[in-house]
């Protein structure tokens, strides 16, 4: 995939401004209310800064537990964060442009069986989005039938089948065409084909291409899977225990990769697998007790002392940038 620097904010789709966002560990008993101790917070994304250009597909990839799907339901409004600030189009998500910006944004779910409602036909599952749009029926119905035919299914075999008697790689396909109706500006693909097989995996990757060469759609691409991430994205955001420590070019990420967890996931690729990567050795760090300093430098084959105190910020590197000890002057 091309390189896609972000060049000026009027590239930028969406920004993300130091956003963090923590769930309390469990509720709080009786005793813990007493003394009015505060409650233990789970650390799932953590001061993260990141932009996405328009027609830009951006992956963020890292293990289970990294945060990768609660940044992008920060990103897509579903949540909202504890502290920072989305941006959109570069004007301030707030609850007064909310539903404004969500007409502009969907989501692929990762599994159509539990995103799609088994009882509902393909027609409504579909056409339900166009629900709160101003136009009028005839344009609703060429929506739906243009949706439907461009991720190839066909509206007259399928459009009054309901969700249930789909196979895997048609409900994701009603998924996604569910996501693209609208035409939204950005779309958040959350594991969008890790539910399926490896053959309708590929057809459903070269689906998603199609529709972003075609249209336009910019993508924010989550996966645990680096080699989806390599054949889709232009960028690459790797996630680590709430925080971003690595982002840059997928071909320079890939070819010169910075972080040693980012190093440690590409030695964990399967070559003829699509299936994910097998996790670096030693246990991803507790977001409820987080490491001091690096939150890497329990795993890390390079740590040094600083790594243990100090925790490092995201500095330009040759392929990007990285937030790692080993490239920092201090």
């Keep these: 995939m091309r390189s896609f620097p972000v060049l000026n904010k009027e590239d930028v789709l969406v920004r993300a401004s130091g956003i963090s966002k923590f769930f309390p560990a469990s509720r709080q008993g ?167 097989d490896a053959s309708i995996q590929a057809q459903v990757l070269n689906l998603l291409v199609d529709l972003h060469e075609k249209y336009g759609f910019t993508y924010l691409l989550i996966t645990h899977n680096i080699a989806v991430a390599k054949f889709m994205s232009d960028r690459i955001a790797v996630m680590y225990a709430g925080k971003i420590v690595e982002v840059g070019p997928t071909d320079q990420v890939m070819s010169s990769p910075k972080h040693p967890y980012t190093q440690a996931l590409l030695r964990s690729v399967p070559t003829l697998d699509v299936r994910g990567i097998e996790p670096p050795e030693g246990e991803i760090a507790s977001l409820l007790n987080l490491p001091t300093g690096c939150r890497y430098h329990p795993r890390c084959p390079y740590v040094m002392d600083t790594c243990k105190r100090n925790e490092p910020r995201l500095i330009e590197t040759s392929s990007g940038r990285a937030a790692c000890w080993l490239y920092s002057d201090a």
């Design 30 to 196: 009786i005793l813990e209310t007493l003394v009015r101790e505060k409650p233990r917070m789970i650390r799932a994304v953590d001061d993260v800064n990141i932009e996405i250009a328009k027609r830009e597909i951006v992956a963020v990839v890292g293990e289970s537990g990294a945060g990768k799907t609660t940044l992008g339901r920060l990103l897509c409004t579903l949540e909202a964060p504890t502290r920072g600030e989305v941006y959109f189009n570069g004007e301030k998500v707030t609850q007064r442009n909310m539903e404004s910006v969500r007409r502009q944004v969907q989501v692929v779910f990762q599994d159509p069986s539990d995103s799609l409602d088994p009882r509902m036909n393909v027609r409504d599952i579909v056409y339900e989005p166009l629900s709160k749009y101003e136009i009028s029926p005839r344009e609703k119905e060429d929506r739906l039938l243009f949706s439907l035919s461009s991720v190839g299914l066909e509206p007259s075999e399928l459009s009054k089948r309901r969700a249930r008697d789909l196979s895997g790689g048609q409900k994701q396909r009603v998924a996604i065409a569910r996501a693209v109706v609208s035409n939204p500006n950005f779309i958040v693909l959350d594991e969008a084909t890790s539910a399926l």
